[in-house]
């Protein structure tokens, strides 16, 4: 009973959001509005008096008619899907297409994705509230963002712009556009049938292989490697708001019993293994500095100096939000004289990257084995990126950064390695290694062979793996993957560099990159990049031969969010599990076979 009340607050909540705007706001928005309300109003007491127990109920135990689900979902006087949703790739309504939904989501998931839209909101799609000076509020999802204004498309489809003067606030939502009680008016079977077509909108086989580097089968090992949990406890924070989660985990050098591990909002824990158990402390608490409040933001990983045990500096990657803006700042830190915590002396900043619509920051930063940081940014969003924010030189945003912090140069806090390729460029920034990325999530070197592995998160259809050299161009947003996405910010002449690996919804829907597996080296996984996915949870074993794919295989699965992976220096593999666990992967009755591919 209890939930019933509270699902009816948040109905009538997401009913005052989405018709009871302010009148100028509907007028601007455009009169159409929602249809929704006209045909089959979505009251608090749906018509028929089902409840979303009882659509869920009968959707997961019976069969549906897709001829007739795909009749329901493009009927537009009926139900208002098709207002909001395209089905061929296009994306460009206000909501996101939906062409390989039925890859991407099981049919529970599927489910909840339609009955209980703002339980989980697909990222880049949440929606967007900005209150002008004049006192108009305007709700949609962010389709351009600039210095000078941006663009919402409301829940009527209709593209809004409000120029940056005229904005007094702006804020995102935990209330997602697409409404609640969309199913209000269909009977049980016609939401089965409905739930039913939405399982059959998956990419075909025939393009699921349209190279080399994107097989269509990812075929397991016999045995899968186990993923054991290497600490005995959760690491939460109470819980807020917005779900957030652990982000990193690493082992402090020198010392093979102390891990750091990094929470999105600002805690950093030291997790001591000791004889009997294991010891856990706060290392570092910047939770009042971190800006985390929506989307794939906040601390997001942490980097120890080449000679840390000389100097114990090391360096932290996370937002802040200054003057009204989200910002990407990279803070130089320093260990206690005992190494067990913080210095707590003042940061330095040494980089301070504003984002344009706060998605896409990407995530790592590392030591090269040249002594340089690396550094990876996202495009910062909007969807598409519409700016072409990754293929402009001018811009750090969708680019792998190379810098100096042992040296300061021109007023910066930190200098440009000679060899930078666009060193001596006056139209590109010279902080820029290699470009074309749009969320690149992980990357890191192989310790044996030096390669810089780089893992770029797709947008709609392609998950990818590259290994990136000095100044390429490797596609975002020409390319996605290996298809082409646009051509709005090609260049002529322009060369890309293609993934090694890469994979589409049926594997997963968001990469998170890992390391070469440098351990025992007698084991069949020595020298195996490993790389996983986030929502699918699946764990892949990939090599090559001069960046072409030679095999890759699933080699287990994690029972978490699969957010992050660690090394330690004996080369033992970490998965970090968002929701709180850690686990190390356990190789040793498992055996690494690669299969030839066609
Ligand atoms: C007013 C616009 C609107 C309408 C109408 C609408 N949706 Fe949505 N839908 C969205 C938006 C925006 C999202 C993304 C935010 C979220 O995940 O809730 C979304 C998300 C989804 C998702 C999850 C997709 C993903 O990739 O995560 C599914 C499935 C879905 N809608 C199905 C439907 C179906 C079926 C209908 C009709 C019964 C419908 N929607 C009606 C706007 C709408």
Redesign the pocket.
Known sequence: MLGKIFTLAIQLKTLIR?FLLPSLTLAFLGSAG???PAQAPPTAVPAGGFSQEDYRKHALTREGDVARGAR??ADEQK???????SIDGRAS??????FA?GD??GRRD?VE??LV???????G???FIVETKSGAEYQG?LKQATDAGLQLM????KLVSIATADIREKRGSTI????EC??AG?SLQEFTD??EY?ATLRQPESTLASNHGMPVLIPSIAKPVTARPFFSQELKLPSSRVQTGLTALHQVPGFSNVFLVLHQKGMIWRMEKTSTGEDKATFADLTGEVFSERGPNGLLDMAFHPKFHENRKYYLKYQVFESGRVATVIVEKQFAADFKGDSGQPPRRVLKIESVAEDHSGGCLQFGPDGFLYIVMGDTGPHNDPNGHAQNLQLLLGKLLRIDVDRTEDGRPYAIPADNPFRSRVDARPEIWAYGFRNPWRFSFDRVTGDLWLADVGQDREEEVAIVHRGENHGWNVYEGYEPFSNQYRKEGQKFTPPVFAYKRKHG?SITGGFVYRGDKQSTFYGVYLCGDYTSKRIFGVTQENGTLKSVRQIGTVPLGLVSFGADEAGNIYVIGYEGMIYRLDFSESRFDEVKLD
């Open positions: 989405h929602l249809r929704i329901l979902f139900l208002a899907c098709s207002k909001c949703h309504k206000a909501g996101p297409d939906l939904v991407k989501f599927l994705a339609v839209p703002s339980a989980t909101i697909s990222p799609y949440g929606t999802i409301g829940a009527d489809g997602s556009l697409m409404p969309v199913q269909l409905l739930t939405l829907n």
